[in-house]
């Protein structure tokens, strides 16, 4: 159950609004297997992280051309490959119903544009103007620069605004940040403890209150 009064929305990409596990796991797996590492090891460090960071974590030997390059090579491969990407069930329609409330909505996602732009055309959910992406902030997430820049994209301080995330990275950041935050999904951590929380977005309304809106589910 949420009852949550905003001025802005900051929505997280992968795990929030599109399901990508399928391309995500596949990309780590390939990762783990070329530099003899548990892909369970780098899936649990890596959701919410731009992939250098990743890649940076447990290749910190390399030098940093050689991490770019690494980077560089699996985000070419992932940019069209859009095989199983889904909505997170009523994203879409959520999304829709904010954007044509006039509410002011910004997408935070530790992926590279095209990726992003890509991933959630195809699973249908509508692209905010307000975009920030990991060419876009100097440090991701679980820095909070991402949710500061796509509340200043939207004219909102962040403490005004709600964010939906779905990774202890990205909640950190959103919580560091001073927004509202919103858990999607079941994950169970530190992080989490009393949050609000959401499987999914079906059933959830949005109403004028003044010159912010209130969000109910």
């Not at 997280?12 to 390939?30: H, N, P």
């Not at 889904?86 to 044509?100: C, I, N, Q, T």
Request: some cysteine; glycine content about 10%.
């Amino acid at each position: 159950m949420i009852d949550i009064v905003a001025s802005g929305v900051l929505f997280d990409m992968d795990g929030t609004l599109v399901d990508s596990t399928a391309v995500v796991e596949a990309a780590w797996t390939g990762f783990g297997s070329r530099h003899d590492i548990d892909p369970h090891t780098i899936l649990a460090f890596s959701h919410g992280r731009q992939t250098i960071d990743t890649v940076r974590h447990f290749l910190p030997e390399l030098p940093l051309d050689e991490q770019h390059r690494i980077v560089e090579e699996m985000i070419a491969a992932e940019v069209d490959n859009v095989d199983g990407i889904l909505e997170v069930p009523g994203a879409a329609a959520f999304v829709s119903r904010l954007v044509d409330a006039g509410v002011p909505v910004a997408l935070v996602t530790s992926a590279p544009r095209d990726l992003a732009v890509n991933r959630m055309r195809a699973a249908g959910v509508h692209v905010p103007e307000a975009l920030v992406t990991s060419e876009d902030v100097e440090h991701g997430k679980p820095h909070p620069d991402g949710y500061l820049r796509g509340a200043a994209l939207l004219g909102v301080e962040a403490s005004a605004c709600v964010a939906f995330e779905d990774a202890p990275a990205g909640l950190e950041a959103a919580i560091a940040s001073g927004a509202t935050t919103v858990v999607v999904g079941a994950l169970d951590a530190t992080v989490t403890a009393g949050l609000y929380r959401l499987a999914g977005y079906d059933g959830i309304t949005v109403e004028s209150e003044g010159a912010a809106f209130r969000i109910r589910g």
